[in-house]
């Protein structure tokens, strides 16, 4: 009986001793991979700079309240003017509709017309189209009806549709410019024909002796914001500008740089801005009936002679703006963004600005895949050494007389490099920076393919690394087998603590045992 004893309690030990090895086995596999995927993480990552010292050099040929030119896609700033300052800006309600409604209804979807954006639409007088109660009308009409003739009346209609109204839809919008980043942005009202119509706008939008152009908002010493023109300060502008109220829609041009990014990538919403002209089909009391759509810029289109790709501009009392995405000459990609005091289209400013972009900077091949990159080699975990290749082509925009480049660049290795390793997987980076701080990251590769050790276990570190969901399959594996042996080990203290006090509790009722 005793030896039976004794062989079970060596048989629990041993047990307990093999679960535990496993589990710290696994612990360190699971904590390897982790690591393995950290480490990818932090080398793809790369640090955006502040690009303001190379836009402080370019200055175009006019003035205007703010302005703002970003690179798309590399996103540099090529000219920036009051771009940070909150404004009156209407037009970012419709924008922001617009990126809304596009993302959530289908361009033929049919949307209900109530009484309320019936009677909207009687007030509209630049539309060839009237809408009444009980109709049903597509999408597409109403989103370009919205964006291209200013109507109050479409954009309820989409409101209702997606929402209770115009205060949930503005909820809506406000959660929308939260995700995007825009802290300066707030909306106020949807029906911005119908508040402009109602509260004409205050003199200081108006006032001739403000030359809006020469205007710059800067802030002082305790971080409050300062007017001044020439460099004179005019506080009593600025004051009269707080003062007033805001009816429509709060945003500074950084804030709808951010929503025309967002525009831009979404392609059922950036179709809406690339329109001149349409003819639209709709079915109205039981016949058909074909109704045109017309941009109000189309001009900036032909003018561009093809450079410009999409556009939208508001005319407001407030401050008009007209946004535009497109190409200089030479291909730059340019995303403007220009504001003005009364509802002047900017059409000229635009397309000059094209041209004084295209002026001042150029746009360069930094890196072009598949060439070797100078100066640097790598070595295998067994010592085999093996170059580095540029993995992609990369551009980016410098001023013409200048490349605008630090002469140090950083490398970013991903050592020790397992085998096999192949011609085109990512090992590292190298990381340009330009002068003021911006940092341009290319990712490189082996230049050839390395399978001398085309061991089972170099295979799989191959594939975890090229393939981010399986190394995450893995992980996920591994921390549930982890957590099960846990729960087999715990069981097992737990057996062998009770043995243990019933092993004392039968020696001390057999003593001679």
């Known amino acids: 009986m005793a030896g039976k ?31 393995l995927l950290f480490l990818k993480a932090q080398t793809v990552a790369a640090a955006d700079g502040d690009s303001e010292s190379m836009a402080a050099a370019f200055v175009p040929s006019f003035d205007l309240p703010a ?20 404004l009156e800006i209407p037009a970012a309600s419709r924008l922001m509709a617009l990126l809304v409604s596009a993302e959530k209804i289908g361009p033929d979807e049919l949307i209900s017309i109530s009484a309320q954006v019936a009677d909207l639409a009687s007030f509209e007088v630049n539309s060839n189209f009237g809408l009444e109660r009980g109709m049903t009308l597509p999408f597409r009409y109403l989103a370009l009806r919205m964006i291209l003739q200013n109507s109050d009346a479409a954009a309820l209609a989409i409101a209702e549709h997606l929402t209770a109204g115009e205060e949930g839809f503005l909820k809506m919008m406000q959660q929308r ?36 152009g020469k205007l710059v908002f800067e802030k002082d010493e305790h971080q409050e914001f300062q007017a001044t023109i020439d460099g004179q300060p005019v506080p009593e ?16 041009l950084n804030d709808l740089s951010r929503l025309a990014q967002a525009l831009h990538s979404s392609r059922s919403a950036i179709e809406y801005l690339r329109v001149t002209e349409q003819l639209i089909s709709v ?51 340019v995303t403007t963004l220009l504001l003005s005091a009364g509802k002047s289209p900017m059409i000229d400013e635009t397309l000059k600005l094209y041209d004084k972009i295209n002026q001042h900077y150029q746009r360069t091949a930094l890196t072009e895949a598949g060439t070797p990159v100078p100066g640097h080699s790598e070595k295998t975990e067994s010592g085999e050494s093996f170059g580095l290749q540029y993995l992609d082509t990369v ?34 980076q190298i990381i340009f920076e ?17 399978i001398s050790s085309n061991t089972i276990l170099a295979r799989l570190v191959s594939q975890l690394y090229n393939n981010e969901n399986l190394g995450l399959i893995i992980i996920g594996l591994a921390a549930l087998i982890c957590l ?20 004392r509790l039968e020696q001390a009722g057999n003593p001679k045992n």
């Open 5 to 35: 004893a004794h062989f079970q309690k060596h048989k629990r030990v041993a047990y307990f001793v093999k679960t535990a090895l496993i589990f710290l086995v696994f612990i360190t596999i699971f904590s390897m991979l982790t690591g």
């Open 67 to 86: 302005g703002l030119v970003v690179n798309a896609p590399e996103r540099p700033l090529l000219y920036s003017h009051n771009a940070d300052i909150p």
């Open 177 to 212: 410019a939260s995700e995007l980043g825009m802290a300066n942005t707030k909306f106020h009202s949807l029906l911005l024909s119908q508040t402009e119509r109602e509260n004409p706008a205050p003199a200081i939008y108006t006032d001739p002796e403000i030359d809006w």
């Open 237 to 252: 502008i600025l004051q009269e500008y707080r003062d007033t109220q805001i009816l429509t829609a709060t945003s500074s």
């Open 283 to 333: 079915r109205v009391a039981s016949s058909d009936r074909v109704i045109p759509v017309r941009s109000g810029i189309t001009h900036l289109f032909t003018l561009s002679e093809g450079n410009v790709d999409a556009a939208y501009h508001h005319r407001s009392d407030r401050f008009s703006l007209t946004l535009s995405y497109g190409e200089t000459i030479d291909g730059i990609p």
């Open 395 to 428: 551009y980016y925009v410098h001023p013409r007389d200048n490349f605008y480049l630090k002469d140090d660049v950083v490398y970013v290795g991903n050592a020790p490099y397992l085998l096999p390793l192949q011609k085109g997987s990512m090992t590292g």
């Open 434 to 450: 330009m002068l003021d701080g911006t940092r341009i990251p290319v990712r490189i590769g082996p230049d050839r393919d390395i």
């Open 484 to 503: 099960i042996l846990a729960v087999l080990l715990i069981r097992e203290i737990v057996k062998l603590v009770y043995w243990r006090r019933m092993r």
